[in-house]
């Protein structure tokens, strides 16, 4: 079946530091890709999407390129900040439209 | 953007005492709408889908009649915890989406800090 693997945590990094979550999926056909962020004690928010192949999506400093060569949505961002600490989940959305999200990856940004 | 509403945000009550949580989409319709449970520094766990006018479709080992779902408008899911007990203390999300289309995201409310003394 469909599947999201995202690499484990957590993840701690200095301000200003080059950020990189691994996602790899599995599914069928053409899934649509997400990137959500769960700051503590919240609910998720979408970061970003993309929806085809080579597709990029951007928003806050953040991107992911939709890979399908290598079935990856790999978020990155330049230059972290404090505020960036949060769990990041990634997910797909597939043709039956089932969402399939990560376990998760918590990450903590340090002055 | 799409907003989803979740009320209360946090609950604290006895042991026994049925609580409601509820689920809003403020500026979308949503026929579908899903309520998440998650435990602490875990992925969320679905545990079941909301049809608007129809039963839910509760996911395996979810008992259906501990968790009571109603979905009687286009804007408003409702999950209700039937005599909680401590292990029933939890985060409680929901989301909606706002088509029936692959490519749509799902929006999530801020989620419910459930205690149960």
């Known amino acids: 079946g469909d599947s999201v693997t995202q690499m484990e945590g957590p993840v701690t990094l200095s301000e200003e530091a080059f950020l990189t979550i691994n996602c790899t999926y599995t599914?069928?056909?053409?899934?649509?890709l997400f990137w959500y962020v769960q700051y503590p004690g919240e609910g998720l928010q979408l970061l970003l999407k993309?929806?085809?192949?080579?597709d990029k999506g951007s928003n806050k400093g953040f991107e992911a390129t939709y890979r399908k060569e290598t079935t990856s949505f790999h978020l990155e961002k330049g230059s972290v900040q404090v505020s960036d600490s949060a769990v990041y989940f990634c997910?797909?959305?597939?043709?039956?439209?089932?969402?399939?999200f990560g376990t998760g990856t918590s990450l903590t940004v340090i002055p | 953007g799409a907003v989803v509403s979740q009320h209360p945000s946090r609950v604290i009550c006895k042991s026994g005492t049925s609580v409601k949580i509820e689920c809003r989409s403020l500026?979308?319709?949503?026929?579908?709408m899903f309520w998440y449970r998650q435990f602490p520094k875990q992925s969320l766990m679905l545990m079941a889908t909301?049809?608007?006018?129809?039963?839910?479709?509760?996911e395996q080992g979810v008992e259906k009649d501990k968790f009571l779902i109603n979905h009687a408008s286009l804007t408003l899911s409702t999950l209700t915890v039937t005599s909680a007990h401590p292990e029933d203390s939890s985060f409680y999300i929901c989301?909606?989406?706002?088509?029936?289309?692959?490519?749509?995201?799902?929006?999530f409310g801020d989620g419910t800090r459930l205690s149960i003394l």
């Open positions: 500026d979308f319709q949503a026929t579908t």
């Open positions: 599914a069928t056909g053409y899934p649509s």
């Open positions: 997910a797909l959305s597939d043709i039956g439209n089932q969402f399939y």
């Open positions: 993309a929806t085809k192949a080579d």
């Open positions: 989301s909606a989406r706002e088509g029936q289309i692959s490519n749509q995201p799902q929006h």
């Open positions: 909301s049809n608007e006018g129809s039963k839910a479709t509760y």
